[in-house]
C-alpha cells in the first residue's frame, strides 16, 4: 500500500481547516511517519481542490488507521485511538485554541462558539459521521412535537450505576469523564486527544466549556465546573446560568436535577448542557397565566406540557433569579400526599431543573418540578418512566428528555427493523421463538400488530405503524415523569403548591 500520499493529504488537510501553520509541516510530518513506523519519504502531490472541500476528516484519516491495522502497527480495536493520535499532531494545542476562540468571542460570541464547534467537527472531536448513522425522526403530539432520536453511538446506561456512582466516587485519573484532565487523554473508555475546551466564569468560579463528540442537537456541548465536585441545585447554581446566556447569549443552558433517577448520566462532576437548539417544550404555550403581587414585573405561566413545568420571564436578570430561588427553595420541602409528592424521607426527593434562555430583550428561565420518590409498585421512581415503558426507555429522563427530544438507545435501532418485519408479515410472529433481546418488546409487537390488522402492510406503513407506537410511548414517558398530572386534580394541586409562593391564577 503506498502510504505516502495519505500523509501528504492529511498535512494538507490540517493546513486547510485545521490552521497548521506552514513552518510545522515538516514537523507534523516527522511525527506521523514517526508513528507509521516509516522512516523515509517520497512527497506527492494530491488533489489540493477535494481536500479542501472536506467537511471532516474521515477520508484522509482512515487510510493512514487502515495501513497502521494492515502492518501491525495498531490492532483493529485501537483505530479510534490512533486516528485520535494521528489528528492531535496536526491540530492546535490547547492555547492556543483558547486565545484563538477569545479573540472571536470578544467581537462576536457566536462567531466564537460556530468557529470552535466547526473546528470540532474539522479535528474529527466532534464525531459527524457516527452522528449522521442516528435515527432521527419528528412525531406531533398531544402538546407539540416531541423529537425522537435513536442513538447508535454509545451504550444504554443504567440508574443504579449513577446512582451508585454519587455515593463510591473513586481517585482515579481522571476522576470522572468530563474532568478537564480528559483534555488529551487517551486511555480507558475516552479517546480524547483532539478534545479542545474554552474557559469560562460562572458565578465567579473557574468552568470550562466543550462541545459533545456524539452530540443529540446543534452545537450540544456541557459548562463543566473546574473542580471535581458533585452536582447540585441551589441559588447559586441558577446565578451561574445567567451567567453563561450573557456569555453565550444564542444558546439555552440547562442544569439536570442534582438527584438519582431524575438527573444526568454524571451526577458526581457539577455540570450544565445547552447548546443551539430551540427545543420543543420551548415552543409550548401557556396553559395557565399566573400572577406574583410582589414580583409585577415577571411574566409566569404553567407551561401546557407534559410534565409540570413552571415558566418565568424578565428583563430584570437578578429579580428573576431571586425569585427562582424562592421556587427551588419552596419545591425542596414540599410534600402532598395526594398526589404522591413527599419532599424527604431518609433521602432528599424534591429537585428541580432549571433552563435559562434569552428571548429577544428578555431572559426566560423554566423550572421543571422533578421527584425521585420510589415504591414497591415503583422500584425505579414514581415519577420516572413506568416499568411497561421500559423496553423503549429505562435511562433517567434528564433535561434534554424531558424538554422533548427524546435520545432512545441504539439498540432499537437493530429491534425497530425486526418488529416491521412482523407488521408486514415478511416474517411470522411467534410469541415462543422471540430472542431473548426482543422479549422486552412482546406487548408492544402485540399492541402493534392488533392495530394493523391481518393484512399486509408495505415497509413505509409497517415503519410508520412502529414509530407511532413509539412516539405515544415517548409521550406517556413524559406524563409519568409529571409531578402534577394534567387533570383536575394534578391542576389544583400544582396551584396550591404554588399558592405557597403567592402565585395564583391571571
Known amino acids: 500500500m503506498l502510504i505516502y500520499p495519505s500523509v501528504e493529504s492529511l498535512l494538507y488537510y490540517a493546513q486547510a481547516h485545521l490552521l ?56 483493529e480495536d485501537k483505530r479510534e485511538y490512533f486516528a485520535g493520535k494521528l489528528m492531535n499532531i496536526v491540530c492546535k494545542r490547547p492555547a492556543e485554541i483558547t486565545d484563538m476562540f477569545g479573540d ?14 466547526d473546528y470540532g467537527i474539522k479535528s474529527d472531536y466532534i464525531k459527524l459521521g457516527k452522528i449522521s448513522e442516528n435515527i432521527k425522526w419528528e412525531a406531533k403530539g ?19 450505576e449513577t446512582a451508585a456512582a454519587l455515593k463510591n466516587q473513586k481517585s482515579e485519573y481522571p476522576a470522572c469523564s468530563i474532568c478537564k484532565e480528559n483534555e488529551g487523554y487517551a486511555y480507558g473508555g475516552q479517546i480524547r486527544q483532539t478534545l479542545r475546551t474554552v474557559p469560562v466564569t460562572l ?41 453563561f446566556v450573557d456569555f453565550m447569549p444564542n444558546y439555552f443552558i440547562g442544569c439536570n436535577a442534582a438527584l438519582p433517577r431524575i438527573g444526568g448520566s454524571v451526577l458526581t462532576h457539577d455540570h450544565f448542557q445547552g447548546g443551539a437548539k430551540v427545543m420543543p417544550m420551548h415552543k409550548a404555550p401557556a ?11 415577571i411574566d409566569m405561566c404553567i407551561v401546557d406540557w407534559y410534565n409540570s413545568v413552571l415558566r418565568l420571564s424578565c428583563s430584570n436578570r437578578e429579580k428573576l433569579i431571586e425569585f427562582a430561588a424562592k421556587v427551588n427553595d419552596a419545591w425542596a420541602s414540599y410534600s402532598d400526599e395526594s398526589v404522591d409528592i413527599i419532599a424527604e424521607t431518609s433521602e432528599k426527593h424534591n429537585a428541580i431543573t432549571p433552563i435559562v434562555r434569552r428571548a429577544d430583550d428578555k431572559y426566560v428561565l423554566e423550572i421543571i418540578l422533578r421527584n425521585n420518590r420510589t415504591t414497591k409498585e415503583y422500584p425505579d421512581g414514581i415519577f420516572h418512566a413506568h416499568p411497561e415503558y421500559h423496553n423503549i426507555k429505562s435511562e433517567s429522563i434528564g433535561l434534554i428528555e424531558a424538554m422533548g427530544l427524546f435520545v432512545l438507545p441504539g439498540r ?32 408492544m409487537i402485540e399492541r402493534i400488530l392488533k392495530a394493523s390488522g391481518s393484512g399486509k402492510l408495505v415497509p413505509a406503513e409497517a415503519k410508520l405503524n412502529v414509530r407511532d407506537e413509539i412516539n405515544r410511548i415517548c409521550e406517556e414517558i413524559l406524563v409519568n415523569t409529571a409531578v402534577f398530572k394534567s387533570d383536575e386534580k394534578g391542576k389544583a394541586a400544582f396551584m396550591k403548591f404554588l399558592a405557597t409562593l403567592g402565585i395564583e391564577e391571571k
Not at 105 to 115: E, I, L, T, V, Y
Not at 149 to 156: A, I, S
Not at 287 to 297: G, H
Open 142 to 160: 398531544t402538546r407539540g412535537k416531541l423529537e425522537i432520536t435513536v442513538n447508535t453511538c454509545r451504550p444504554e446506561k443504567d440508574n443504579r
Open 287 to 297: 396553559r395557565i397565566k399566573l400572577k406574583n403581587k410582589e414580583y409585577p414585573y
Open 104 to 117: 472571536l468571542h470578544r467581537k462576536n460570541p457566536q462567531k466564537a462558539f460556530d468557529w470552535l464547534y
Open 412 to 443: 432499537l435501532a437493530k429491534q425497530i427493523a425486526e418488529i416491521e418485519k412482523y407488521v408486514t408479515k415478511e416474517e411470522k410472529y411467534n410469541e415462543s421463538k422471540l430472542s431473548p433481546d426482543m422479549q422486552c418488546h412482546k406487548a
Open 20 to 75: 497548521l501553520d506552514d513552518l510545522d509541516v515538516i514537523w507534523a510530518r516527522n511525527l506521523i511517519l514517526d508513528e507509521l513506523k516509516l522512516h523515509d519519504y517520497v512527497q506527492y502531490e494530491v488533489d489540493y481542490d477535494a481536500i479542501e472541500a472536506l467537511d471532516r476528516p474521515d477520508s484522509v484519516i482512515e487510510p493512514l488507521v487502515s495501513y497502521a491495522v494492515e502492518n501491525g502497527i495498531i490492532t
Open 203 to 243: 458565578g465567579g468560579e473557574e468552568w470550562f466549556w466543550q462541545f459533545s463528540p456524539y452530540a443529540y442537537f446543534n452545537q450540544h456541548g456541557i459548562a463543566v465546573n473546574g473542580e471535581h465536585v458533585p452536582m447540585k441545585v441551589d441559588a447559586s447554581t441558577i446565578e451561574k446560568l445567567f451567567d
